[in-house]
Nanobody
Framework: QVQLVESGGGLVQAGGSLRLSCAAS????????MGWFRQAPGKEREFVAA????????YYADSVKGRFTISRDNAKNTVYLQMNSLKPEDTAVYYC????????????????WGQGTQVTVSS
């Protein structure tokens, strides 16, 4: 089972950028598709982005398309989320997870979560 540690969150003004990182343990990281999810206060956890095992295919929620970029470095067992043009509505705790491509948008089927990293965007 892959264990995950997210980092890189913080407080940023609207229009700013942040890069989140998710470090994974285990030698099987490169065989997993990976996803980012977020959960705002009082809201359900939602899909943000996903990337297949090789990095050749990426997928995004409509709300972040064109602003966020997911990438991975299998040599470093790390997946990234570059977030540009941030908006106050992007404020949430961000989580990464191993996913299956056919169910990548459904957080209820994710087996385990890291502790998450807080992103706060001020207006």
């Amino acid at each position: 089972q892959v264990q995950l540690v997210e980092s890189g969150g913080g407080l940023v003004q609207a229009g700013g950028s942040l890069r989140l990182s998710c470090a994974a343990s285990g030698s099987t990281f490169s065989s997993y598709a990976m996803g980012w999810f977020r959960q705002a206060p009082g809201k359900e956890r939602e899909f943000v982005a996903a990337i297949n095992w090789s990095g050749s295919s990426t997928y995004y929620a409509d709300s972040v398309k064109g602003r966020f970029t997911i990438s991975r470095d299998n040599a470093k067992n790390t997946v990234y989320l570059q977030m540009n043009s941030l908006k106050p509505e992007d404020t949430a705790v961000y989580y990464c997870a191993a996913v299956r491509i056919r169910t990548m948008r459904d957080p209820s089927v994710v087996g385990s979560w890291g502790q998450g990293t807080q992103v706060t965007v001020s207006s």
